[in-house]
């Protein structure tokens, strides 16, 4: 269960990017790990690819710039807990709520 870890969707868009930032606001003070979540285009029931905390610290970075860029902000935050994943979907909404169910998030920020 990850009901203390923090998901966060982005898409590199201005408004994921405010949300991002706020994410990592908000996992400062509550001390508190961090998913970063991009949609890709595909079926939904396809395995999400995950880049685990170990995955990050030993620079096996996935080639989304969108994950990429919420990790520095993280990163430049001194926040190393982060988890980076890409699942699939046609609708994004419906992708990030599934995903969330499916690992037990109960914190979803979207921008």
């Known amino acids: 269960m990850n009901t203390q870890r923090l998901l966060c969707a982005t898409d590199g868009s201005p408004p994921s990017e ?4 706020y994410t990592v606001s908000l996992a400062e003070e509550l001390r508190r790990p961090i998913t970063f979540l991009l949609v890709a285009d595909g079926e939904l029931e396809t395995v ?3 880049w ?3 995955r990050v610290k030993a620079e096996d970075l996935p080639p989304d ?3 990429l860029a919420a990790l520095k902000t993280a990163l430049q935050h001194k926040l190393l807990s982060v988890r980076l994943v890409r699942a699939y979907g046609s609708d994004p909404a419906e ?3 599934a ?4 690992n037990g998030y109960h914190h979803i920020i979207v921008g």
């Open 99 to 102: 995903y969330a169910e499916r």
């Open 52 to 54: 685990d905390e170990a």
């Open 48 to 50: 999400p690819a995950v």
């Open 18 to 21: 405010k949300a991002v930032h």
């Open 65 to 67: 710039k969108e994950l």
């Open 95 to 97: 992708a990030i709520v």
